[in-house]
């Protein structure tokens, strides 16, 4: 899964890419705005820190996101083919939204998250906007020359979406059918994929009620209920602090300001649910491991994600919820309860769930 982070300038943008990755983003990457950052972050999940403390694996691995930090976004930034390219290329948008005053650094006009999402928002929309024109100059062209019912199809798509872009509305809250989605996906247009919008809120020490609010509180609320969308807050500046602080003393830190959680933990989850993606995790004295799938993905397509043998000679899913195995302690007195069950090829995978693949490999 790649996301890419988006936004004006000076709103956190890097810094919060930074404390996502672990990347030290030296003083000669932002002296090339236009080179894009990417890094790897560790999704936090401790389900998967619980049974790893039952198992005592020589490995453990957490699933992971890949983060692309793009320079300043703006119509003049995506008129350039190498910013586009890397914006295309991801899976989902964080745009992170200026929601903290700090004289000290600039800022055009008053402080002002929805106008600032709507403007970015209008960005993205004009430069599908330009795509869908070119297509469809080129589609009227071929259809003069020949008529299929593969070419029409397709006409009368990019023709609505022109119209949905028209009325200054982004295509993903397009309503299509999956083989809509699979005629449009070769576009990558930007407007169309889930975004995330991150406030960037001022350090309180009502930091836990002033997160919880936010999104409202900046009249965000309307933006983020619409489809394949969503919201999250973050304080840029606490965030800073804790990545570089132990397990023990974020956990402290964290109190102090009213939170059990940091921000990056609720982003990382937003992110997710609004990609419709869950885990579920192998364990063993070997390795305990978190695996990112799809919701509603069945059994033998899970057993794929961990290799395409197993998919292949899929026999049954030994399955446990994480809960019901650190409750009974091993899975052998799971076994004894009845609560390790054994599931074919087509059960649906459920967030949390504790899987060992049989197959006739």
């Known amino acids: 899964m790649k996301t890419g982070i988006i936004g004006l300038p000076q709103v956190g943008k890097t810094s919060l890419f930074g404390i996502l990755t672990k990347a030290n983003v030296s003083a000669q990457a932002y002296a090339n705005p236009r080179e894009p950052h990417i890094g790897v972050a560790k999704v936090p999940d401790d389900r998967l820190d619980r049974l790893a403390a039952l198992y005592n694996p020589k490995k453990l691995t957490h699933a992971s996101v890949e983060y692309v930090d793009v ?32 004289p000290s650094i600039p800022h055009v006009g008053p402080v002002d998250p929805l106008r600032d999402i709507k403007n970015v928002e209008f960005d993205l929309m004009v430069s599908d906007l330009g795509q869908i024109e070119k297509r469809l100059e080129r589609l009227e062209k071929d259809l003069k020359k020949m008529r299929s019912p593969e070419l029409e199809k397709e006409f009368e798509l990019i023709k609505r979406a022109n119209a949905h872009l028209g009325s200054e509305r982004s295509l993903r809250e397009m309503e299509m059918t999956p083989e809509d989605k699979k005629r449009l996906r070769g576009f990558m247009f930007l407007s169309e994929k889930p975004i995330l919008y991150v406030l960037n809120v001022n350090e309180s020490t009502e930091l836990g009620t ?80 978190a695996w990112t799938i799809p919701v509603h993905t069945r059994a033998v397509e899970a057993a794929g994600a961990i290799h395409s043998d197993l998919e292949k000679h899929f026999i049954r899913a030994e399955t446990i919820r994480w809960d019901q195995l650190l409750e009974a302690g091993s899975e052998a007195n799971a076994r004894a ?11 649906i995978v459920q967030d949390g769930d504790v899987m060992h693949i049989r197959h006739s490999g």
Do not use: W
Request: aromatic residues 6%.
């Open 337 to 347: 309860k009845g609560t390790l069950r054994l599931e074919g090829k087509d059960y």
């Open 210 to 289: 002033d997160l919880e609010q936010a999104v409202s509180r900046n009249k965000v609320s309307d933006v983020a209920a619409r489809p394949n969308s969503a919201a999250a807050a973050i304080c840029g500046k606490v965030e800073a602090e804790l990545a570089e602080m132990s397990d023990a003393d974020s956990a402290e830190f964290l109190s102090s300001y009213g939170l059990q959680e940091s921000g990056l933990v609720r982003l990382i989850r937003t992110t997710y649910a609004l990609l419709g993606l869950i885990s579920f995790f192998t364990a063993g004295e070997d390795e305990c491991r």
């Open 71 to 102: 320079g300043a976004i703006g119509q003049e930034a995506l008129k350039e083919s190498a910013y586009l390219g890397h914006l295309r290329n991801v899976d989902a948008l964080a745009h992170v939204v200026r929601a903290f005053d700090d």
